[in-house]
Antibody, heavy 120, light 107 residues
Framework: EVQLVESGGGLVQPGGSLRLSCVAS????????MSWVRQAPGKGLEWVAD????????FYVDSVKGRFTISRDNAKNSLFLQMNSLTVADTAVYYC?????????????WGQGTLVTVSS | DIQMTQSPSTLSASVGDRVTITCRAS??????LAWYQQKPGKAPKVLIY???TLESGVPLRFSGSGSGTDFTLTISSLQPDDFATYYC?????????FGQGTRLEIK
């Protein structure tokens, strides 16, 4: 069974940092594009970042460029999101997600999500 | 960036109804479109990918159509389990973008 399990969410003050982790199982992690997608409370879905299987390319939504860094450890089947200079607008449930074997892949599956709350 | 516009934002319907949700892309995305269903407090689940391919295990009452800029998700006969929020998503190019969602509620 394909599984994605996130961790690392929590309460952080504006300007602070947080690192999210996602452990994958049930598939050959090193072959897949991986994503982070977030959802602010009561709002829609927003793609945040993508990383290529071989780590050679990373893509970000404009609102997090320069503040967030996506990374992966293929030996440990793990995906990460380092979030710096957090603002209230970054408050959301963050989902780890598997995309496809190339960059034109849909999302399947999604992790259960981890809540990040930015508040003083 | 490719903008995805869904309509309607909210849809009230009854069990057994046939419903259609539309999604329009601001530029040609060929067939690089997926539809997701999300229930409160849960992660989204893919229903349709490549505009019209039904994900394994998804009931046959769900169908998708379209290409280029105009797409539809149709539920042929609503079941109680179908009341949820639906999102379209384009994955032709970065940034990946979602529609704003359609909340399907019980009339």
């Amino acid at each position: 069974e394909v599984q994605l399990v996130e961790s690392g969410g929590g309460l952080v003050q504006p300007g602070g940092s947080l690192r999210l982790s996602c452990v994958a199982s049930g598939f050959t992690f090193r072959n897949y594009w991986m994503s982070w997608v977030r959802q602010a409370p009561g709002k829609g879905l927003e793609w945040v970042a993508d990383i290529k299987p071989d780590v050679s390319d990373k893509f970000y939504v404009d609102s997090v460029k320069g503040r967030f860094t996506i990374s992966r450890d293929n030996a440990k089947n793990s995906l990460f999101l380092q979030m710096n200079s957090l603002t209230v607008a970054d408050t959301a449930v963050y989902y780890c997600a598997r995309r496809g074997l190339d960059f034109q892949g849909w999302i399947d599956p999604w992790g259960q999500g981890t809540l990040v709350t930015v508040s003083s | 960036d490719i903008q995805m516009t869904q309509s309607p934002s909210t849809l009230s319907a009854s069990v057994g109804d046939r419903v259609t949700i539309t999604c329009r892309a601001s530029q040609n995305i060929n067939i690089w479109l997926a539809w997701y269903q999300q229930k409160p407090g849960k992660a989204p689940k893919v229903l349709i990918y490549k505009a019209s391919t039904l994900e394994s295990g998804v009931p046959l009452r769900f169908s998708g159509s379209g290409s280029g800029t105009d797409f539809t998700l149709t539920i042929s006969s609503l079941q109680p389990d179908d009341f949820a929020t639906y999102y379209c998503q384009q994955y032709k190019s970065f940034p990946i973008t979602f529609g704003q969602g359609t909340r399907l509620e019980i009339k």
